[in-house]
């Protein structure tokens, strides 16, 4: 139990395309979702948090215009980067939260490889 | 301001023994402390937690030493096995962003195991 998964696990778009990524969670139902972004042997970063039904809190230094989440129920979260330009090509990695597990357990999806051209 | 540290980037240990990735933090109002597992091109895999009122969780052959005073943890790997190879993330809870309780995470450091 407890499987996130993400679709897709890899896209190359042109700079200035949008792209949607989807985050869901399988077989539990998650209010809160994270989404994380990682640079190469750098640490994850948290992005925003994301939960269900209501608007999404970005962590300082994201534009939250740039990097649209819609929770839209409990096993989905989507994030879309609006007008995506080559600094944005990364590791994009979202989490949900098993509320029914211990204490903050959360569990990652696959990742989804961003390239920008 | 990184508030999880992970000091060494990588670690080198022979099959069978003893691997012991470190871990320390600053704030101290992380009361709950994770270690995940992961290989390229994947997500984090949830190894292990500690709550920060115990000093020690086991769970086969992973197990977690939390200092507070120390403000330091520890993943213990015994034996290790060449399928632990991987990159291991240090994370810590306890800070609330909205409501909700967020992870911190450690830069990793990148475990190989030689046969």
């Known amino acids: 139990g407890a499987v996130v998964s993400q679709h897709p696990s890899r896209v190359i778009c042109k700079s200035g395309t949008s792209v949607k990524i989807e985050c869901r969670s399988l077989?539990?139902?998650?209010?809160?979702m994270f989404w994380y972004r990682q640079f190469p042997k750098q640490s994850l970063m948290l992005m925003a948090t994301?939960?269900?039904?209501?608007?999404?809190?970005?962590e300082q230094g994201v534009e939250k215009d740039k990097f649209l989440i819609n929770h839209a129920s409990l096993t989905l979260s989507t994030l879309t980067v609006t007008s995506a330009h080559p600094e944005d090509s990364s590791f994009y990695i979202c989490?949900?939260?098993?509320?029914?597990?211990?204490?903050?357990?959360?569990?990652f999806g696959p990742g989804t490889r961003l390239t920008v051209l | 301001d990184q508030q999880v540290k992970q000091n060494s980037p990588s670690l080198s240990v022979q099959e069978g023994r003893i691997s012991i990735l470190n871990c320390d933090y600053t704030?101290?109002?992380?009361?709950?402390f994770l270690w995940y597992k992961k290989y390229p091109a994947e997500g984090p895999t949830f190894l292990i937690s500690?709550?920060?009122?115990?000093d020690k969780n086991e769970d086969g052959r992973f197990t977690v030493f939390l200092n507070k005073s120390a403000k330091h943890l520890s993943l213990h790997i015994v034996p290790s096995q060449p399928g632990d190879s991987a990159v291991y993330f240090c994370?810590?809870?306890?800070?609330?962003?909205?409501?909700?309780?967020?992870?911190?995470f450690g830069k990793g450091t990148k475990l190989t195991v030689n046969p």
């Open positions: 989490s949900a939260r098993h509320g029914g597990r211990a204490h903050n357990e959360q569990f």
């Open positions: 994301s939960n269900e039904g209501s608007k999404a809190t970005y």
């Open positions: 077989d539990f139902q998650a209010t809160t």
């Open positions: 500690i709550s920060s009122i115990k």
């Open positions: 994370a810590a809870s306890g800070e609330t962003q909205g409501g909700s309780e967020k992870l911190v």
């Open positions: 704030n101290s109002m992380f009361d709950y």
